[in-house]
């Protein structure tokens, strides 16, 4: 059984940084892709990105002069990086397991909420 | 990108009837390669992480009740339940995983009639 757990501040100011921890309870994190997907309030999820174990990423264009995705597999960790927030930032954040050989999203976490709000 | 519109928006249907979500996507889903469709669906229950329920458009995922069923092909995608239960209460999101960026439709909200 996989399980993941995001962790990180849930208000973060405008114009600043959200930085985002997702922590997988698994055997390994090898082979597999890692996602973060968000949902703004009453509005659709919102894939932001995903990263290889190896560290090769690949990231929503709306988003990707803003955002990093970084996995440390020893300590088992999935980070996301955000800069330059602003109110439309404002969501829950899941993290993801993404299926082999497929991308879409076999486990998720319980997801953070986020408020971007001076 | 790939724009997905799911219908209804709601729906209320009465325990044990059968609950049709529809899911329409703007480019075809089917790939000619492997003439598979690159179509999921997931069940979102507040307070817990989403569910996948089906993969490649049809495919249960392990351990989802067999009252769950998804069809369609290319541009056109159904998931059925073929009798509803009080704890398939949820929302349901369809997500193409065709092409980056992976994207999901607006979700049908099914109640208890």
């Known amino acids: 059984q996989v399980h993941l757990q995001e962790s990180g501040p849930g208000l973060v100011k405008p114009s600043e940084t959200l930085s985002l921890t997702c922590t997988v309870s698994?055997?390994?994190?090898?082979?597999?892709?890692w996602a973060w997907i968000r949902q703004p309030p009453g509005k659709r999820l919102e894939w932001v990105g995903h990263v290889f174990y190896r560290g090769s990423t690949t990231y929503n264009p709306s988003l990707k002069s803003r955002v990093t995705i970084s996995v440390d597999t020893s300590k088992k960790q999935v980070s996301l990086r955000l800069t330059s927030v602003t109110a439309a930032d404002t969501a829950v954040y899941h993290c993801?397991?993404?299926?082999?050989?497929?991308?879409?999203?076999?486990?998720w976490g319980p997801g953070t909420p986020v408020t971007v709000s001076s | 990108d790939i724009v997905m519109t799911q219908s209804p928006d709601s729906l209320g249907v009465s325990v044990g009837e059968r609950a049709t979500l529809k899911c329409k996507s703007s480019q075809t889903l089917l790939h000619f390669s492997n003439n598979k469709n690159y179509l999921a669906w997931y069940q979102y229950k507040p307070g817990q992480p989403p569910k996948l329920l089906i993969h490649w458009a049809s495919m249960r995922q392990s351990g989802v009740p067999d009252r769950f069923s998804g069809s369609g092909s290319a541009t056109d995608f159904t998931l059925t339940i073929s009798s509803l239960q009080a704890e398939d209460v949820a929302v349901y999101y369809c997500q193409q995983y065709y092409s980056t960026p992976h994207t999901f439709g607006q979700g049908t909200k099914l109640e208890i009639k």
């Open positions: 698994s055997d390994s994190m090898d082979s597999y892709y």
């Open positions: 993801a397991r993404v299926a082999d050989p497929a991308f879409y999203f076999d486990y």
